[in-house]
């Protein structure tokens, strides 16, 4: 066990509907990040968040969002779900300059 | 900006023999380097970092790294590769400094022979 926490670990859902996946980071990490891996894309920085506030964005699409609440979990939401949406769903969290420590991840399909 | 490289997509080696995973970095500003390992179907979990201290990095399960500035490379290695070792290797770096992300490179799947 990391200490992130990554739920739901598959989600099967149809086009164009919406979903959100959910990030609990390690005890004490202020810093958020989210990634997309898939077979031809490899791992893709999504969006970064410290302390609830947006840090840095990567290649996120429109339809995608994301947010950091106060008691640091993180969300992020995926909409109009396409079937090149399926993937493997990173969060990491870091505190200082270290790497990042990554949950288990969430498994897309979008059928 | 920063980037990695990662040579060689797979990698064979037989059992016992040793393990070279190669990186080549770019960064504009001095970087911190990492390599992680992804087993099947879970996350990616840090082997080992590199933040401008010792240049020889050991890390978990008999990895080590060396930085070598002049070459911009974070090589990964392993005197004797073992069965357990088949996996996704992925280099990867951020500046120092601020709260800059990290970049991975494209990964290296390492196969075993027995």
């Known amino acids: 066990d990391s200490g992130v926490t990554q739920t739901p670990k598959h989600l099967i859902t149809a086009t164009g509907q919406r979903v959100t996946l959910r990030c609990s980071p390690r005890?004490?990490?202020?810093?958020v990040y989210w990634y997309q891996q898939s077979l031809d894309q490899g791992l893709q920085f999504l969006i970064q968040?410290?302390?609830?506030?947006?840090?840095a964005k990567g290649n996120i699409l429109e339809r995608f969002s994301a947010q950091q609440f106060p008691d640091l979990h993180s969300e992020l939401n995926l909409s109009s779900l396409e079937l090149g949406d399926s993937a493997l769903y990173f969060c990491?969290?870091?505190?200082?300059?270290?790497?990042?420590?990554f949950g288990s991840g969430t498994r897309l399909t979008v059928v | 900006a920063q980037s990695v490289t990662q040579l060689g997509s797979h990698v064979s080696v037989s059992e016992g023999a040793l393990v070279l995973l190669r990186c080549n970095y770019s960064?504009?500003?001095?970087?911190?380097l990492f390599w992680y390992v992804q087993y099947p179907n879970q996350g990616l979990q840090l082997l080992l970092k590199?933040?401008?201290?010792?240049?020889l990095v050991k890390g978990i399960n008999g990895f080590e790294a060396e930085f070598k500035k002049s070459e911009t490379s974070f090589h990964l290695t392993k005197p004797s590769a073992h069965m357990s070792d088949a996996a996704e290797y992925f280099c990867?770096?951020?500046?120092?400094?601020?709260?800059?992300?990290?970049?991975f490179g494209t990964g290296t799947k390492l196969q075993v022979i027995p």
């Open positions: 990491a969290s870091s505190v200082g300059e270290g790497g990042y420590t």
């Open positions: 990867a770096v951020r500046g120092s400094g601020g709260y800059q992300k990290v970049t």
């Open positions: 590199y933040t401008s201290a010792a240049t």
């Open positions: 005890s004490g990490d202020l810093s």
């Open positions: 960064s504009s500003v001095p970087p911190y």
């Open positions: 968040y410290y302390n609830g506030e947006e840090r």
